[in-house]
Nanobody, 125 residues
Framework: QVQLVESGGGLVQPGGSLRLSCAASGFNLDDYALGWFRQAPGKGREGVSC????????YYADSVKGRFTISRGNAKNTVRLQMNSLKPEDTAVYYCAMGRYGCFDSASPDAYDYRGQGTQVTVSS
């Protein structure tokens, strides 16, 4: 079955950086979506970023544009999220996710069929 395993969360001061990584397994597709969404306490899911593996297109939420960068890892079915200039409002559990039909031309979490267990990101002084 599809599995996604995240790593790289933690505590960072405002203005700092973190990099999240995700390894996906259990499927064999040529074109699919890998990405991240987050959920803060008491709030709904918020799409963060998505990459279409087939053509390399990337999508970002307005709240993270210019600060976060999504990229494919060197190994197949891996994805990274470089997060710079972090703000307290970025605090959330971040989930790696996979969608069988691409990113739906956005960073929306509705594109995803599977997700990982999540990793906590806390931005605080």
């Amino acid at each position: 079955q599809v599995q996604l395993v995240e790593s790289g969360g933690g505590l960072v001061q405002p203005g700092g950086s973190l990099r999240l990584s995700c390894a996906a397994s259990g499927f064999n597709l040529d074109d699919y979506a890998l990405g991240w969404f987050r959920q803060a306490p008491g709030k709904g899911r918020e799409g963060v970023s998505c990459i279409s593996v087939g053509d390399g297109s990337t999508y970002y939420a307005d709240s993270v544009k210019g600060r976060f960068t999504i990229s494919r890892g060197n190994a197949k079915n891996t994805v990274r999220l470089q997060m710079n200039s972090l703000k307290p409002e970025d605090t959330a559990v971040y989930y790696c996710a996979m969608g069988r039909y691409g990113c739906f031309d956005s960073a929306s979490p509705d594109a995803y069929d599977y997700r990982g267990q999540g990793t906590q990101v806390t931005v605080s002084s």
